[in-house]
T-cell receptor, first 115, second 112 residues
Framework: NAGVTQTPKFRVLKTGQSMTLLCAQD?????MYWYRQDPGMGLRLIHY???????AKGEVPDGYNVSRLKKQNFLLGLESAAPSQTSVYFC??????????????FGQGTRLTVV | KQEVTQIPAALSVPEGENLVLNCSFT??????LQWFRQDPGKGLTSLLL?????REQTSGRLNASLDKSSGRSTLYIAASQPGDSATYLC???????????FGGGTRLMVKP
């Protein structure tokens, strides 16, 4: 049981390039999230999804797009990378069982550097 | 807007000490509170989850309490070990919206 898997683990981009981060979970969770973690800023929510085919904005959505075409996958896209998007990105998933949310599981992170 | 604060930001203790990490939140309308551990360069590992109807949860040497009315949670670590050195994060799941709100973390170092 792999839990939450993020691909890739590391990436260096040049300013203006695009890329997609993939998050896959095998726990059949409805809710999936993308966070970024920066020194002194903690973890901030970028976008999230409450089910297949749905997406919503979090705290810091600008410059990112997401898609949830399959329940198990949540993709985070950067159309034109900027140095301000240098960060560590984490994907998480959780489940709502009759308004009792289960614990959130996190991936191992993607360290992205934009030069 | 929910705000989560963790004090202290950093803590250094000798091995064997019992210690308490604090987490406070401004909006008591939460579904649950979760404590995580993060090792340098790694992801977050869930330690304990407390539902809003619960007062505490225990796992091994860890005990987490929740006082929803006062907006506080504590993580108690008994007989600390060097392997406990990590950053500890608390996060609350709000009634409104679908996000987890994180505190800034407490960086713990346990010296042999």
């Amino acid at each position: 049981n792999a839990g939450v898997t993020q691909t890739p683990k590391f990436r260096v981009l040049k300013t203006g390039q695009s890329m997609t981060l993939l998050c896959a979970q095998d726990m059949n969770h409805e809710y999936m999230y993308w966070y970024r973690q920066d020194p002194g800023m903690g973890l901030r929510l970028i976008h999230y999804s409450v089910g297949e085919g749905t997406t919503a904005k979090g705290e810091v959505p600008d410059g990112y797009n997401v898609s949830r075409l399959k329940k198990q996958n949540f993709l985070l896209g950067l159309e034109s990378a900027a140095p301000s998007q240098t960060s560590v990105y984490f994907c998480a998933s959780t489940e709502d069982r009759g308004r009792v949310y289960t614990e959130a599981f996190f991936g191992q992170g993607t360290r992205l550097t934009v030069v | 807007k929910q705000e989560v604060t963790q004090i202290p930001a950093a803590l250094s203790v000798p091995e064997g000490e019992n210690l308490v990490l604090n987490c406070s939140f401004t909006d008591s309308a939460i579904y649950n509170l979760q404590w995580f551990r993060q090792d340098p360069g790694k992801g977050l590992t869930s330690l304990l989850l407390i539902q809003s109807s619960q007062r505490e949860q225990t796992s091994g040497r860890l005990n987490a309490s929740l006082d929803k009315s006062s907006g506080r949670s504590t993580l108690y670590i008994a007989a600390s070990q060097p392997g406990d050195s990590a950053t500890y994060l608390c996060a609350v799941k709000n009634n409104a919206g679908n996000m987890l709100t994180f505190g800034g973390g407490t960086r713990l170092m346990v010296k042999p």
